[in-house]
């Protein structure tokens, strides 16, 4: 088979150049997405928390309603934690046993408890 010179060529494939330019055009394609997605995954992961803390409120708020008293631990109000994605899971944090006695703070306007 005739190559672009002309000469016979057994072998078909790319040059060490021509996968190095690619690579370097691939890398700089990275450099400049990477600031824009970063934002993104950060509001993503916030909204998780959020939406696990919020959780853990209702059914704090239930068990409170049910036993008129706060449950000083989450397995009390029924919270199973989903499995982390190292596990082969989705959830990217891990309630700690310890975390009740803290909820009263407020996360971005939403109350999340009310420990007594």
Known sequence: MKNKRGSLDS????????????????????????PRLLPVVTKAKNTEAKLMLKQIHTLQ?????????????????????????????QARYKQHPLMLPLLPATLGGLQVGCIQ
């Open 11 to 34: 072998e078909n494939g790319f040059s060490l150049t021509e996968l190095m330019v690619v690579l370097v055009i691939v890398g700089v394609l990275v450099l400049l997405a990477l």
């Open 61 to 89: 708020q239930t068990f409170k309603f049910e036993y008129d008293r706060y449950a000083s631990s989450l397995p009390d109000i029924g919270f199973e934690q989903t499995k982390l994605i190292n596990d082969g899971g």
